[in-house]
């Protein structure tokens, strides 16, 4: 609607009596037809509008939020009467002019105040905490002062229709916008849900040894538009959701995190974690008895793992390369032994709780010796004649061992003095019992 057809009606009321002299510059309120359904009210004092500050007053009350040289009022089909008036003040001195004459318009305003309408980006199911979020003010021309209230009810001002906060809490927000005197009705309320910053998740856990493959991803409730970045130790490194580390190595333990890009390019960084790379350790397979096995002994296998930081270890048993038994014990016994428990053993560990598993030891050969550790040796008794005390119980078996071992020879001379000794000893004894002659 053009508005030379609008029924506007300027008066002009002057305050100046004839004859009085002005000592003060003066200010005058100038009305301008604008675009389409609005007005333009001006303030004018002499030079530049950079040099005042204005201040502007409708039916004598002031409008706090209008500051500048011009501002715009609608027009409409309903009437209202208003007194107009301005005033500046000059920046070099601070110097004010007097209140300019008031100008009495027949203004038309919208049957209906206009409803400021509220768009949040990103969209308000999808925030994540830390994250950026832009709430727009959207109403239809311009000159407006936009007021925006979230959760705590306090309200915040300004002229830019986009007013930025950090997203931590659960909260409503609305807004809404004055012209002048003229407000809108408040925009509907819009409720900002926050989810939990991106974290990374390890699998299969965040202390491994090396040769394990770990998978690292960013968790993330709401992805749609988002694109996500890798930081190891704070430099970037490629990935998309997931990034596997194959083969790791110790020099790959470092402080991963993920950060998640908004579509206004905001940068939340989720919180980050360390991962741990140990050299895997070998198992070390110990047998006792450590010298020759019998028949029918009790043999029992020790599975030494070296310190690490695993506080529990499944151990698994090996025989010929088959598993035979699996334990939280590191000891395995074999009771009564026998010729099918000969061949070759080997010991792993496994982390009782987690993934982790050490090298397989090297092999140990078990094998049974001639005879059998229960057979019980024979004793020999060396008894001195008359009241000598007897000699030390000798075992045959242990001396004939001994000296097979030693030499024949040595044997064959052993035992021709023992028949010598044993001669000797009836010789004294006949001589004791002998009788004397007279």
């Known amino acids: ?42 303030c004018e004092l002499p030079g530049t509008k950079d040099d005042w500050t204005y201040g502007w007053f409708r039916d004598g009350s002031s409008l706090p939020f209008v500051t500048d040289r011009e501002f ?4 409409g089909e309903s009437h209202r009467r208003s007194s107009v008036t301005c005033r500046g003040e000059r920046r070099s001195d601070g110097q004010k002019s007097e209140i300019s004459d008031a100008v009495t318009l027949t203004l038309s305003l919208l049957t209906e105040r206009p409803k400021a309408v509220l768009t949040v980006q990103p969209e308000p199911s999808q925030i ?12 239809q021309g311009e000159g407006w002062t936009y007021i925006w209230q979230c959760g705590d009810g306090r309200n915040h001002t300004s002229k830019e229709k986009e007013f930025k906060i950090t997203a931590e809490i659960r909260q409503k927000c609305k807004c809404y916008g004055c012209r002048g005197s003229d407000c809108s009705h408040w925009s509907d309320e819009v409720t900002l849900t926050v989810s939990d910053s991106p974290r990374v998740t390890v699998k299969p856990q965040s202390s491994v040894f090396t040769g394990d493959t770990v998978t690292l991803s960013c968790d993330v409730r709401h992805s749609t538009g988002r694109r996500i970045i890798w930081l190891k130790d704070f430099q970037r490194i490629s990935g998309d959701e997931t990034v596997t580390l194959r083969d ?3 020099s790959d333990g470092e402080e991963y995190g993920c950060a998640v890009v908004g579509e206004n390019n905001s940068t939340t960084l989720g919180r980050r974690v360390t991962l741990t790379v140990r050299e895997r350790p070998k198992a070390v397979l110990r047998v006792q008895p450590d010298g020759r096995v019998f028949r029918g002994q009790t ?3 020790t599975c030494d793992i070296q310190e690490t930081d695993v506080t529990s270890w499944t151990y698994s048993w090996n025989k010929d390369d088959s598993e035979i038994h699996v334990s939280r014990s590191q000891e395995y016994s074999i009771s009564s032994v026998s010729e099918s428990h000969t061949g070759h053993y080997s010991c792993s560990g496994r982390e009782t709780r987690g993934s982790r598993h050490t090298h397989t030891s090297d092999e140990v050969t078990l094998t049974l010796s001639v005879g059998s550790s229960s057979e019980a040796p024979l004793p020999v008794t060396l008894t001195p004649s008359g009241s000598e005390a007897p000699l030390p119980v000798l075992s045959v ?6 000296l097979v ?15 010598c000794y044993r001669a000797h000893a009836q010789s004294d004894e006949i001589n004791q019992y002998a009788v004397t002659e007279e």
């Open 128 to 139: 994540l905490r830390g994250e950026t979020v832009t709430l727009t003010c959207d109403l």
């Open 1 to 42: 609607m053009e508005l030379s057809s609008l029924p506007l009606i300027l008066l002009l009321i002057s305050n100046i009596q004839p004859g009085q002299t002005q000592e003060r510059l003066k200010a005058a309120v100038i009305i301008e037809p604008g675009k389409h359904d609005t007005a333009i009210a001006r």
């Open 72 to 75: 715009s009022f609608r027009t």
């Open 397 to 402: 078996l242990k001396l004939l061992s001994f």
């Open 405 to 419: 071992a030693a030499s024949p020879y040595l044997l064959v001379s052993i035992i021709i003095g023992v028949k």
């Open 248 to 250: 790791v190595r110790v």
């Open 299 to 301: 043999v029992t296998l």
